[in-house]
């Protein structure tokens, strides 16, 4: 019973979406795909960008880390 329920609303949630796929056109395809599925935003933080200067170094935390542990060296103990 549930599944002749789904099955029945199956083709009609495909038929809601435009057939992007049968437009010969990148560009047209590439806008049809954007308009059926727009990115979503993200945030700053996660998109990698620091705010108030524009540029996150990727490496930063790991050099303070590595800076840590060198400090924490006793040579000629």
């Known amino acids: 019973m549930l599944t002749s ?3 029945t609303f199956t083709p009609a949630a495909v038929a809601a979406e435009p057939n992007c ?3 010969e056109s990148t560009s047209v395809r590439l806008s ?3 308009a059926a599925f727009p990115p ?3 945030k ?3 998109a990698g960008i620091d705010s108030s200067s524009g540029y996150k ?3 930063l ?3 303070a880390r590595t800076a840590a ?3 924490n060296i006793c040579r000629g103990c």
């Open 32 to 34: 049809c795909y954007d």
């Open 57 to 59: 170094d990727p490496f």
């Open 5 to 7: 329920a789904l099955g």
């Open 69 to 71: 542990k060198l400090k």
């Open 61 to 63: 935390a790991e050099e």
């Open 21 to 23: 796929r049968a437009i």
């Open 40 to 42: 979503k935003a993200r």
């Open 44 to 46: 700053p933080a996660e």
